[in-house]
């Protein structure tokens, strides 16, 4: 198994983010997220988009959708990877232990559904 370390950054965003008060994500709103994945010299890039999704929902597409690329991707599969994101929302909860505490506690929260799908490639 080589040991060299996996880069993957990560970003997603909404124009409406929905952070003021009376706004909110409208369903014609465009929601979009990428990933660039490096590993050695090679690179895997992958971007998205859907409609009336929210930032924090694009942050969460982003790095699962990443995550999948790397375990459906012999070479990358096992290991060590850094995630690069500016996403506190998606960084705070597997760097502080909080992924973990959800899960078990299984207590409904925004994009609930995203989290439980992202924390089993988490684990890998």
Same mark, same amino acid.
């Given at each position: 198994?080589?040991? !060299?370390?996996? @880069?993957?950054?990560?970003?997603?965003?909404? $124009?409406?983010?929905?952070? @003021?008060?009376?706004?909110?994500?409208?369903? $014609?709103?465009?929601?979009? +997220? &990428?990933?660039?994945?490096?590993?050695?010299?090679?690179?895997?890039?992958? !971007?998205? *988009?859907? *409609?009336?999704?929210?930032?924090?929902?694009?942050?969460?597409? &982003?790095?699962?959708?990443? *995550? $999948?690329?790397?375990? @459906?991707?012999?070479?990358?599969?096992?290991?060590?990877?850094?995630?690069? !994101?500016? !996403?506190?929302?998606?960084?705070?909860?597997?760097?502080?232990? +909080?992924?973990?505490? +959800?899960?078990?506690?299984? @207590?409904? $929260?925004?994009? *609930?559904?995203? +989290?439980?799908?992202?924390?089993?490639?988490?684990?890998?």
């Amino acid at each position: 198994m080589n040991n !060299s370390l996996i @880069k993957v950054y990560t970003d997603g965003g909404n $124009r409406n983010t929905g952070n @003021k008060p009376g706004q909110h994500v409208h369903e $014609r709103d465009l929601s979009a +997220w &990428a990933y660039i994945i490096e590993y050695e010299k090679k690179q895997y890039i992958a !971007s998205g *988009f859907q *409609f009336g999704a929210t930032n924090n929902a694009m942050e969460l597409m &982003a790095v699962g959708s990443a *995550f $999948r690329k790397i375990t @459906k991707t012999e070479e990358l599969k096992k290991q060590k990877i850094e995630l690069i !994101s500016d !996403s506190h929302y998606v960084l705070d909860p597997m760097e502080k232990g +909080w992924l973990e505490k +959800w899960m078990k506690t299984k @207590k409904e $929260r925004p994009n *609930f559904t995203m +989290w439980q799908t992202l924390y089993p490639m988490y684990l890998e």
